[in-house]
């Protein structure tokens, strides 16, 4: 995911001036950053990242070069920034919960955390909107003051329910929590609507206590009307949160069982579409054999997988998808337009622009990442030989669906060619790998932003050290 993540989230933007940078005070250990929060009033502004994703790295650093994102956190933060894989940074990882490869906390002067944005970007006021509202909790109870409660024995059920909300707002683990929280409750209480809807919206993993608990009390009439209490978009997040946080917990406890519940719930959650479905079942498994680094089942599923739904596929096939995709989004918005008109008793709405996310590149950025895992997993030359042919197609359909539009990427993606080269170096054609190298570096150059990433590793290929 290290390079996807990276480009979904690049955005155009223009800086004040390149040369400016967030005052990091990275000669300060955390006690002093702590000390002089508290000393000068201000809050805390920590920055985290790690080595496996350069370009998020990279991305951030863009972020942050802006002289009015230097102003505003010179005067209201401490700022400090540390990779997670030096002793440090993989402290206050621990302590903050750090998943993934990048994330920006913003803290009280105690440590508490006040928001989090689990991503970089380029754009600047991005990050002033964030520390604004950052700003604007700094007097709401801290965590501290939950944490202590808890301690010393406060179970009422409204008390709990803060703190969960508190701790989900700051990205931080809720699941045992959420078990307390049923445990406060006769058996029969987890029948209320509100109680049931609220363990359900704060994402429990299927083997949850509480998750448990209300299926075993609660009818399934009580739980579609769960569903039914709120637009389809907060529905299908709520199911996103539930699978997401299942998943996780089973890679990290290598838990089988409770992945294999997790596929399924993913499946369930498309009643009115089983192709869909299933390929949710299949996709949850490529995530965890992937993340165990299970190569034989990892290969076993994605080579049917993308040969099959991936490689087959036509360009023109994508493009209606494509087409059709539009039509339903502009129908269902043309069909908003009209009740909220009707409701307010106006005429016809002006025309807004909405963006649209054509979901025929899932396909090529699918098999860009399977052909990226199998660099990572894979050490026999049929397997490697596979992924090539994967990245190969990756960059003919994103040729070929983008040949008529106008994108920053106009002499092909980068990341793709990437991907490319380190195959053909690690299938011992290093001439090849070094020219597709190059290729990506000047693909790069055109969209404007660093190539630093790319020419490290055009330079690994070289020396033989990839």
Same mark, same amino acid.
């Given at each position: 995911?290290?390079?996807?993540?990276?480009?979904?989230?690049?955005?155009?933007?223009?800086?004040?001036?390149?040369?400016?940078?967030?005052?990091?005070?990275?000669?300060?250990?955390?006690?002093?950053?702590?000390?002089?929060?508290?000393?000068?009033?201000?809050?805390?502004?920590?920055?985290?990242?790690?080595?496996?994703?350069?370009?998020?790295?990279?991305?951030?650093?863009?972020?942050?070069?802006?002289?009015?994102?230097?102003?505003?956190?010179?005067?209201?933060?401490?700022?400090?920034?540390?990779?997670?894989?030096?002793?440090?940074?993989?402290?206050?990882?621990?302590?903050?919960?750090?998943?993934?490869?990048?994330?920006?906390?913003?803290?009280?002067?105690?440590?508490?955390?006040?928001?989090?944005?689990?991503?970089?970007?380029?754009?600047?006021?991005?990050?002033?909107?964030?520390?604004?509202?950052?700003?604007?909790?700094?007097?709401?109870?801290?965590?501290?003051?939950?944490?202590?409660?808890?301690?010393?024995?406060?179970?009422?059920?409204?008390?709990?329910?803060?703190?969960?909300?508190?701790?989900?707002?700051?990205?931080?683990?809720?699941?045992?929590?959420?078990?307390?929280?049923?445990?406060?409750?006769?058996?029969?209480?987890?029948?209320?609507?509100?109680?049931?809807?609220?363990?359900?919206?704060?994402?429990?993993?299927?083997?949850?206590?509480?998750?448990?608990?209300?299926?075993?009390?609660?009818?399934?009439?009580?739980?579609?009307?769960?569903?039914?209490?709120?637009?389809?978009?907060?529905?299908?997040?709520?199911?996103?949160?539930?699978?997401?946080?299942?998943?996780?917990?089973?890679?990290?406890?290598?838990?089988?069982?409770?992945?294999?519940?997790?596929?399924?719930?993913?499946?369930?959650?498309?009643?009115?579409?089983?192709?869909?479905?299933?390929?949710?079942?299949?996709?949850?498994?490529?995530?965890?054999?992937?993340?165990?680094?299970?190569? #034989?089942? $990892?290969? +076993?599923?994605?080579? @049917?997988?993308?040969?099959? *739904?991936? !490689?087959?596929?036509?360009?023109?096939?994508? =493009?209606?998808?494509?087409?059709?995709?539009?039509?339903?989004?502009?129908?269902?918005?043309?069909?908003?337009?009209?009740?909220?008109?009707?409701?307010?008793?106006?005429?016809?709405?002006?025309?807004?622009?909405?963006?649209?996310?054509?979901?025929?590149?899932?396909?090529?950025?699918?098999?860009?990442?399977?052909?990226?895992?199998?660099?990572?997993?894979?050490? #026999?030359? $049929?397997? +490697?030989?596979?992924? @090539?042919?994967?990245?190969? *197609?990756? !960059?003919?359909?994103?040729?070929?669906?983008? =040949?008529?539009?106008?994108?920053?990427?106009?002499?092909?993606?980068?990341?793709?060619?990437?991907?490319?080269?380190?195959?053909?170096?690690?299938?011992?054609?290093?001439?090849?790998?070094?020219?597709?190298?190059?290729?990506?570096?000047?693909?790069?150059?055109?969209?404007?932003?660093?190539?630093?990433?790319?020419?490290?590793?055009?330079?690994?290929?070289?020396?033989?050290?990839?």
């Amino acid at each position: 995911m290290k390079k996807l993540l990276c480009l979904s989230i690049l955005m155009v933007c223009i800086h004040s001036c390149v040369q400016a940078q967030v005052p990091f005070e990275n000669n300060l250990g955390w006690s002093q950053v702590l000390e002089k929060a508290r000393k000068e009033s201000k809050l805390i502004f920590l920055h985290l990242e790690n080595n496996q994703c350069s370009q998020c790295n990279e991305v951030a650093t863009q972020g942050f070069s802006s002289t009015m994102m230097k102003e505003k956190f010179s005067v209201n933060f401490v700022c400090l920034r540390l990779n997670t894989e030096t002793p440090a940074g993989k402290e206050l990882a621990a302590k903050y919960e750090f998943k993934g490869f990048a994330a920006s906390l913003f803290l009280d002067e105690e440590g508490n955390i006040l928001h989090r944005y689990n991503a970089t970007t380029s754009a600047f006021m991005k990050y002033m909107e964030l520390a604004d509202e950052a700003l604007s909790k700094r007097h709401e109870k801290p965590m501290r003051f939950y944490e202590d409660e808890f301690k010393q024995g406060n179970r009422a059920p409204e008390f709990l329910e803060a703190y969960i909300l508190k701790r989900k707002s700051s990205d931080l683990n809720v699941q045992e929590l959420l078990e307390t929280y049923a445990d406060v409750f006769p058996v029969d209480s987890l029948t209320n609507f509100r109680i049931a809807k609220f363990i359900y919206l704060q994402g429990p993993t299927l083997d949850n206590r509480a998750y448990k608990a209300v299926r075993a009390a609660a009818s399934q009439r009580l739980i579609d009307s769960i569903y039914r209490s709120m637009p389809v978009s907060q529905a299908v997040a709520m199911n996103s949160r539930i699978i997401n946080a299942s998943l996780q917990k089973a890679i990290e406890k290598k838990d089988i069982l409770l992945m294999h519940q997790t596929a399924s719930f993913a499946r369930s959650t498309y009643r009115n579409d089983p192709k869909r479905g299933q390929d949710a079942y299949v996709q949850n498994y490529l995530k965890y054999y992937f993340a165990v680094k299970d190569a #034989q089942n $990892y290969f +076993l599923f994605a080579s @049917l997988y993308y040969d099959e *739904r991936n !490689m087959r596929i036509s360009v023109d096939s994508l =493009k209606r998808l494509d087409q059709q995709a539009r039509q339903t989004q502009i129908k269902m918005r043309n069909e908003g337009n009209r009740n909220t008109s009707s409701a307010a008793g106006l005429g016809n709405l002006s025309r807004e622009t909405v963006a649209f996310a054509p979901p025929s590149q899932h396909y090529h950025i699918e098999l860009n990442q399977a052909a990226m895992n199998y660099w990572e997993l894979a050490t #026999q030359i $049929y397997d +490697l030989g596979k992924a @090539l042919t994967w990245s190969k *197609r990756a !960059m003919e359909l994103y040729e070929e669906l983008n =040949k008529d539009h106008p994108i920053p990427m106009s002499k092909g993606n980068p990341y793709y060619m990437d991907t490319y080269a380190r195959l053909l170096y690690k299938l011992n054609r290093r001439e090849e790998a070094i020219e597709w190298q190059t290729k990506a570096i000047d693909a790069q150059k055109i969209t404007g932003k660093s190539t630093r990433t790319f020419e490290e590793t055009l330079e690994k290929i070289k020396e033989g050290k990839l």
